[in-house]
T-cell receptor
């Protein structure tokens, strides 16, 4: 089954304790992206990756890091989480086919609470 | 300026009625794509429908159709014969620019409309 998986699904942590949210897709997609969702703001892009070892900042990258060592995995790293990073996080992937309609496949989401 | 505007924070609709969720967008690109996603209370994002800026016909997917009015920059979602399971948050989103091997495929989202279907 084609899917994007994220782990963990729920996480409560404390300020400053480094954490990693994993994202994996089994569709051989080149493009992957992280979003955060906050009430009244919709989803905003944090980082994206166009292929292995190619990553770049989205609209709200402060406080986050990513890596893309393998095509299927795109972990999101919070080196020193703060309460304002409490949010619902989504990983997404898509195939890049010029001139063809496409959709971004979203993972199930990770609800992070930083106290 | 907001790139995607959804002016209805919440809507209540009687079961079996049709419902229209509003979305207006702002872009200077000639090539762009418009999406609608459904987010039930469980939290996942479910893709519903896509409309390309050059598509001449309105997109349809089962009970979902997209009323695309390019000159007005609007992309309203129409759900026919609403069901209780349609109760959810609905997001309109846009991808700007042509799909290529070099660009960010970022989706810009609106703030969503919470739809509640009343039995």
């Amino acid at each position: 089954e084609a899917q994007v998986t994220q782990n963990p699904r729920y996480l409560i942590t404390v300020t400053g304790k480094k954490l990693t949210v994993t994202c994996s897709q089994n569709m051989n997609h080149e493009y992957m992206s992280w979003y955060r969702q906050d009430p009244g703001l919709g989803l905003r892009q944090i980082y994206y990756s166009m292929n292995v070892e190619v990553t770049d900042k989205g609209d709200v990258p402060e406080g986050y890091k990513v890596s893309r060592k393998e095509k299927r995995n795109f972990p999101l790293i919070l080196e020193s989480p703060s309460p304002n990073q409490t949010s619902l996080y989504f990983c997404a992937s898509s195939v890049r086919t010029a001139g063809h309609p496409y959709e971004q496949y979203f993972g199930p989401g990770t609800r992070l609470t930083v106290t | 300026a907001q790139k995607i505007t959804q002016t209805q924070p919440g809507m209540f609709v009687q079961e079996k009625e049709a419902v229209t969720l509003d979305c207006t967008y702002d872009t200077s690109d000639q090539s762009y794509g418009l999406f609608w996603y459904k987010q039930p209370s469980s939290g996942e994002m479910i893709f519903l429908i896509y409309q390309g800026s050059y598509d001449e016909q309105n997109a349809t997917e089962g009970r979902y159709s997209l009323n695309f009015q390019k000159a007005r920059k609007s992309a309203n979602l129409v759900i026919s014969a609403s069901q209780l399971g349609d109760s959810a948050m609905y997001f309109c989103a846009m991808r700007e620019g042509r799909i290529s091997n070099f660009g960010n495929e970022k989706l810009t989202f609106g703030t969503g409309t919470r739809l509640t279907i009343i039995p």
